[in-house]
């Protein structure tokens, strides 16, 4: 079993970054695909930004992609979003998931454990 916990939200004014970390136990966290997703009230979870099990295949949402920065360190079985000139409609629960193997992978349903989420709060 892996088990997800993330950390590292919190009430940011727009124009805001934070960095937001989940650490991993449980399996060996270098065979694990990761990837960011978010939630906001009312809406469907969507996808932020994913990353291999290598760490060199990295994808973005096009809603983030040149402000958010994923990212792993497999000697800490830690990944990382960094997020940056955050906006009002960043506000949401940000989630981190694994799947086993090295992809890249932008489908929530695709992903076999996840973490209880943090949550980003972006004032205007």
């Known amino acids: 079993q892996v088990q997800l916990v993330e950390s590292g939200g919190g009430l940011v004014q727009a124009g805001g970054s934070l960095r937001l970390s989940c650490a991993v136990s449980g399996r060996t966290f270098s065979d694990y695909a990761m990837g960011w997703f978010r939630q906001a009230p009312g809406k469907e979870r969507e996808f932020v930004a994913a990353i291999s099990s290598s760490g060199g295949v990295i994808y973005y949402a096009d809603s983030v992609k040149g402000r958010f920065t994923i990212s792993r360190n497999n000697a800490k079985n830690t990944v990382y979003l960094h997020v940056n000139s955050l906006k009002p409609e960043d506000t949401a629960v940000y989630y981190c998931?694994?799947?086993?193997?090295?992809?890249?992978?932008?489908?929530?349903?695709?992903?076999?454990?996840w973490g209880q989420g943090t949550q980003v709060t972006v004032s205007s």
């Open positions: 998931a694994a799947v086993y193997g090295d992809s890249y992978l932008s489908k929530a349903g695709q992903y076999n454990y």
